[in-house]
């Protein structure tokens, strides 16, 4: 397969070769002495492309259209605009393609993968893409189609990429986590491929992605990033085992429990008894999850588990940063007809998204420049005090309808209540 | 080409690709705890017990690389691993006595064990220079430089509590919110290469994409083209992906910042973004000296001066933003202060000061 080509000159990049940490140049170096492989030449250019970066403090690539047969999008095309000078990775396109939930892989599995991009690729492969794909990257535009065949033929399917659902990710809950509050790996499969084909062809006013986090400590940065986040959630008691309470006391003393568990409680809600117990006033605690994350053995979440849904995170452009904001306080996760809900919720969300966003405008955009109230009015959900952080400070807005607004309040308030709200232990 | 039809499958089952004692046990986890840096050990209601052992990579792996990791799983780890989010991955093992020759053929591997617990764990970083079609620096070479610095604390847990670290190569910030983030700033508008824009651009779009109303449809020499006001911009970049004529990379002028601060749990206080703590630092590579000295100076502060279990944004929170200046050596300046839309929201609206 060699071409002859020699390995270019990288004084820049060989400076990242040295130090205590892997080194992907030492790894694209591997792939471009490959000589006996397709991809070669091609790794040889690329680094090239990469050095003269470094050197001119400029990227090189462009995007375009490159495909696969029925689907709209997951393919990343790159063109490189210096392809004169390195003519052999003029293409170097990315195939996004989904992982198991929670990152999970059989050697066999990634071997296999191996194969099939030392055949049709450059041998250069991202685990993980920021939004959770498999980022194979470095394809000929002719080779995109093979590739993307043989990955399908193993169980693999492309991922999200423009104005479409996107590739989501779930942490490693249920699998290998205590604070897990419901099946995050089923939720992420029975939601996305629900949606498969608002990801596969593109229709949406913009991108639009579900993250699903097992407890409130949010591993899938799902409040921040997601437009759909799906927190893992409890509302009875947290459980606690008052032995290991007393154990842990034990091993680390009395004022270790103060200064890093009692008085980290933000609502004040713990409280070390003379007897080295714990008492919790369940109705305050806010299920921040710091004390049970401490004390691993003694406490944990409650039995009546479920999720909590925010809406409309996403980063700076355009109007500036939004986190997710509570459209559904609780939703319990035990039954098929529990995680169906969650999808037909999902699925009213991204419609009203779809019918009255503008374009390139995310759902947190769409929800500020209509208004919250509207939004859930529209897509039908019902509004709790646990969705503001306090009521509006102006009286700006005209409140003729107050006495029906004040009846659906109490209407709403006749369906709740079955649960239990929780109280001392 | 074939005329193969996809088989459209989505998220593949978890099942097959799942370790068998994680299987077993799903969903009925009881506690947990940490032996030793880069090592989690979890007990479940069945009494089972599962050891992993956690490593950096270089997230951009070339086949070798998998291969290598693949056959340590195999020799080591029944044939099983997985990666976190931030590009780790991890072993799974069922016994005590198979961590330690685990730690040891990863060691030999050059794959750090660590990022457990209170310590700086790998950087969640974008794609830059090696693939990105709009990015004004690279990610992994300034990754790779950061951590050959943090090295020791990926692989101890003496940090006050996790410090996240993230790059991003424009104002986009797909490296996402951070202890510390690591993120381009331009400090130039857009050149307009005026002889492109009327054939690749859509202008209402570009238009419509500022968020400061800053562009307009102009003719140029003849042509349809944009202009800007440069009063009014900013310098964010939102132009340039839908319209790569509105030029803003600049060897010289796109510079970085570092933001502190974020924290995406929700463990004792809400979520929170990441705030400016310094600007104008050189784009320097192959190795971004100036970023990596300031990052240590801010990590430094946070290690000597915070309290157990605080994140950074916490510490802040606690001593106040003017005893962050001054125990991390950075200049407070008017760019600190937010102009943008809410920005008298952050704002001292009291008398609580501190001096």
């Given at each position: 397969?060699?071409?002859?080509?020699?390995?270019p000159?990288t004084?820049m990049l060989?400076?990242l070769?040295?130090?205590?940490?892997?080194?992907f140049v030492?790894?694209l170096k591997?792939?471009a002495?490959?000589?006996?492989?397709?991809?070669?030449?091609?790794m040889k250019d690329l680094l090239g492309q990469l050095e003269h970066s470094y050197e001119t403090?400029k990227g090189y690539w462009?995007?375009?259209?490159?495909?696969?047969?029925?689907?709209?999008?997951?393919?990343?095309?790159?063109?490189s605009?210096v392809?004169?000078?390195f003519?052999?990775s003029?293409?170097f396109?990315?195939?996004?393609?989904?992982?198991?939930?929670?990152?999970?892989?059989?050697?066999?599995?990634?071997?296999?993968?191996?194969?099939?991009?030392?055949?049709?690729?450059?041998?250069l492969?991202?685990?993980?893409?920021?939004?959770?794909?498999?980022?194979?990257?470095?394809?000929?535009?002719?080779?995109?189609?093979?590739?993307?065949?043989?990955?399908?033929?193993?169980?693999?399917?492309?991922?999200?990429?423009?104005?479409?659902?996107?590739?989501?990710?779930?942490?490693?809950?249920?699998?290998?986590?205590?604070?897990?509050?419901?099946?995050?790996?089923?939720?992420?499969?029975?939601?996305?491929?629900?949606?498969?084909?608002?990801?596969?062809?593109?229709?949406?006013?913009?991108?639009?992605?579900?993250?699903?986090?097992?407890?409130?400590?949010?591993?899938?940065?799902?409040?921040?990033?997601?437009?759909?986040?799906?927190?893992?959630?409890?509302?009875?008691?947290?459980?606690?085992?008052?032995?290991?309470?007393?154990?842990?006391?034990?091993?680390?003393?009395?004022?270790?429990?103060?200064?890093?568990?009692?008085?980290?409680?933000?609502?004040?809600?713990?409280?070390?008894?003379?007897?080295?117990?714990?008492?919790?006033?369940?109705?305050?605690?806010?299920?921040?999850?710091?004390?049970?994350?401490?004390?691993?053995?003694?406490?944990?979440?409650?039995?009546?588990?479920?999720?909590?849904?925010?809406?409309?995170?996403?980063?700076?452009?355009?109007?500036?940063?939004?986190?997710?904001?509570?459209?559904?306080?609780?939703?319990?996760?035990?039954?098929?007809?529990?995680?169906?809900?969650?999808?037909?919720?999902?699925?009213?969300?991204?419609?009203?998204?779809?019918?009255?966003?503008?374009?390139?405008?995310?759902?947190?955009?769409?929800?500020?420049?209509?208004?919250?109230?509207?939004?859930?009015?529209?897509?039908?959900?019902?509004?709790?005090?646990?969705?503001?952080?306090?009521?509006?400070?102006?009286?700006?807005?005209?409140?003729?309808?107050?006495?029906?607004?004040?009846?659906?309040?109490?209407?709403?308030?006749?369906?709740?209540?079955?649960?239990?709200?929780?109280?001392?232990? | 080409?074939?005329?193969?039809?996809?088989?459209?499958?989505?998220?593949?089952?978890?099942?097959?690709?799942?370790?068998?004692?994680?299987?077993?046990?799903?969903?009925?986890?009881?506690?947990?705890?940490?032996?030793?840096?880069?090592?989690?050990?979890?007990?479940?209601?069945?009494?089972?017990?599962?050891?992993?052992?956690?490593?950096?990579?270089?997230?951009q792996?070339?086949?070798?690389?998998?291969?290598?990791?693949?056959?340590?799983?195999?020799?080591?780890?029944?044939?099983?691993?997985?990666?976190?989010?931030?590009?780790?991955?991890?072993?799974?093992?069922?016994?005590?006595?198979?961590?330690?020759?685990?730690?040891?053929?990863?060691?030999?591997?050059?794959?750090?064990?660590?990022?457990?617990?209170?310590?700086?764990?790998?950087?969640?970083?974008?794609?830059g220079w090696l693939h990105?079609?709009?990015p004004?620096?690279d990610?992994s070479g300034?990754?790779?430089?950061?951590?050959?610095?943090?090295?020791?604390?990926?692989?101890?847990?003496?940090?006050?509590?996790?410090?996240?670290?993230?790059?991003?190569?424009?104002?986009?910030?797909?490296?996402?919110?951070?202890?510390?983030?690591?993120?381009?700033?331009?400090?130039?508008?857009?050149?307009?290469?005026?002889?492109?824009?009327?054939?690749?651009?859509?202008?209402?779009?570009?238009?419509?994409?500022?968020?400061?109303?800053?562009?307009?449809?102009?003719?140029?020499?003849?042509?349809?083209?944009?202009?800007?006001?440069?009063?009014?911009?900013?310098?964010?970049?939102?132009?340039?992906?839908?319209?790569?004529?509105?030029?803003?990379?600049?060897?010289?002028?796109?510079?970085?910042?570092?933001?502190?601060?974020?924290?995406?749990?929700?463990?004792?206080?809400?979520?929170?973004?990441?705030?400016?703590?310094?600007?104008?630092?050189?784009?320097?590579p192959p190795?971004?000296?100036?970023?990596?000295?300031?990052?240590?100076?801010?990590?430094?502060?946070?290690?000597?001066?915070?309290?157990?279990?605080?994140?950074?944004?916490?510490?802040?929170?606690?001593?106040?933003?003017?005893?962050?200046?001054?125990?991390?050596?950075?200049?407070?300046?008017?760019?600190?202060?937010?102009?943008?839309?809410?920005?008298?929201?952050?704002?001292?609206?009291?008398?609580?000061?501190?001096?």
């Amino acid at each position: 397969m060699t071409d002859g080509k020699k390995m270019p000159k990288t004084p820049m990049l060989d400076k990242l070769e040295g130090g205590p940490w892997p080194s992907f140049v030492t790894g694209l170096k591997r792939l471009a002495k490959d000589e006996s492989k397709p991809y070669a030449p091609m790794m040889k250019d690329l680094l090239g492309q990469l050095e003269h970066s470094y050197e001119t403090r400029k990227g090189y690539w462009k995007g375009g259209t490159v495909g696969v047969i029925g689907y709209g999008g997951g393919v990343i095309p790159r063109f490189s605009e210096v392809a004169d000078k390195f003519p052999a990775s003029s293409e170097f396109h990315t195939l996004r393609i989904m992982p198991a939930p929670g990152m999970h892989y059989t050697t066999e599995v990634l071997r296999k993968m191996c194969d099939v991009w030392e055949e049709y690729g450059s041998g250069l492969i991202a685990l993980h893409g920021q939004s959770g794909d498999i980022m194979f990257q470095g394809c000929s535009t002719k080779n995109v189609q093979p590739a993307f065949d043989a990955f399908n033929d193993m169980g693999f399917d492309m991922g999200g990429a423009g104005p479409a659902l996107r590739t989501s990710m779930s942490c490693v809950g249920h699998a290998r986590c205590e604070h897990s509050c419901y099946d995050e790996p089923r939720a992420h499969r029975q939601v996305i491929n629900e949606f498969l084909d608002e990801m596969h062809r593109p229709a949406m006013p913009y991108k639009f992605k579900f993250k699903f986090s097992g407890c409130p400590n949010d591993c899938t940065n799902a409040i921040q990033r997601a437009d759909m986040a799906v927190i893992g959630m409890w509302r009875d008691d947290m459980k606690v085992d008052q032995k290991e309470v007393k154990a842990f006391v034990a091993e680390r003393g009395r004022s270790y429990v103060i200064d890093n568990i009692i008085t980290r409680c933000p609502t004040h809600s713990l409280k070390l008894a003379d007897d080295d117990t714990l008492k919790v006033d369940n109705r305050n605690c806010v299920r921040c999850m710091h004390c049970i994350n401490v004390m691993t053995k003694a406490l944990h979440p409650g039995d009546d588990r479920g999720v909590t849904l925010l809406l409309g995170g996403k980063r700076t452009l355009k109007i500036g940063d939004l986190m997710g904001t509570v459209i559904v306080p609780f939703l319990p996760m035990k039954t098929d007809e529990d995680y169906e809900q969650l999808v037909d919720i999902g699925r009213r969300v991204m419609e009203f998204f779809a019918d009255n966003a503008l374009e390139h405008e995310r759902t947190g955009e769409m929800i500020e420049r209509i208004g919250f109230a509207n939004f859930m009015e529209g897509v039908g959900l019902p509004i709790d005090p646990n969705m503001v952080s306090h009521p509006r400070t102006n009286p700006y807005v005209r409140m003729d309808e107050w006495d029906a607004a004040v009846a659906a309040y109490e209407e709403g308030r006749k369906g709740q209540g079955a649960h239990n709200k929780g109280g001392q232990s | 080409m074939s005329a193969r039809r996809a088989v459209e499958s989505g998220v593949p089952e978890l099942d097959p690709y799942l370790h068998p004692l994680l299987k077993k046990n799903y969903g009925a986890w009881k506690w947990h705890d940490r032996p030793r840096p880069g090592v989690l050990h979890h007990v479940a209601m069945s009494g089972d017990e599962v050891w992993t052992v956690r490593a950096g990579t270089q997230r951009q792996l070339d086949v070798h690389t998998v291969r290598a990791l693949c056959d340590i799983g195999d020799r080591y780890a029944d044939g099983f691993m997985r990666f976190t989010s931030r590009s780790n991955v991890e072993f799974m093992v069922a016994s005590q006595s198979q961590v330690a020759p685990l730690i040891e053929a990863l060691g030999k591997g050059g794959f750090p064990v660590g990022g457990t617990g209170n310590s700086i764990s790998m950087i969640s970083h974008t794609q830059g220079w090696l693939h990105c079609d709009i990015p004004a620096t690279d990610a992994s070479g300034v990754v790779k430089a950061l951590m050959d610095e943090l090295h020791e604390e990926f692989i101890h847990e003496r940090m006050p509590n996790k410090l996240r670290i993230s790059t991003s190569c424009c104002e986009i910030n797909c490296g996402g919110q951070a202890d510390i983030a690591v993120n381009i700033q331009h400090t130039k508008p857009p050149r307009i290469n005026h002889d492109a824009v009327g054939n690749v651009c859509e202008r209402p779009t570009v238009v419509a994409r500022c968020p400061v109303a800053a562009i307009r449809p102009a003719l140029v020499n003849g042509k349809p083209s944009l202009e800007i006001d440069e009063r009014k911009c900013m310098c964010c970049g939102a132009c340039y992906p839908p319209c790569p004529p509105m030029l803003i990379n600049d060897p010289e002028n796109s510079k970085i910042a570092i933001w502190v601060g974020g924290k995406h749990a929700n463990a004792r206080s809400k979520p929170t973004f990441h705030k400016l703590a310094i600007a104008n630092l050189p784009n320097n590579p192959p190795r971004w000296p100036e970023v990596a000295a300031v990052v240590k100076a801010i990590i430094h502060a946070y290690k000597d001066d915070a309290h157990d279990w605080e994140r950074l944004g916490e510490w802040i929170e606690r001593i106040g933003w003017p005893r962050f200046f001054e125990l991390s050596g950075l200049p407070f300046t008017k760019f600190h202060i937010d102009n943008w839309r809410g920005g008298r929201g952050s704002l001292n609206a009291s008398a609580h000061l501190r001096f």
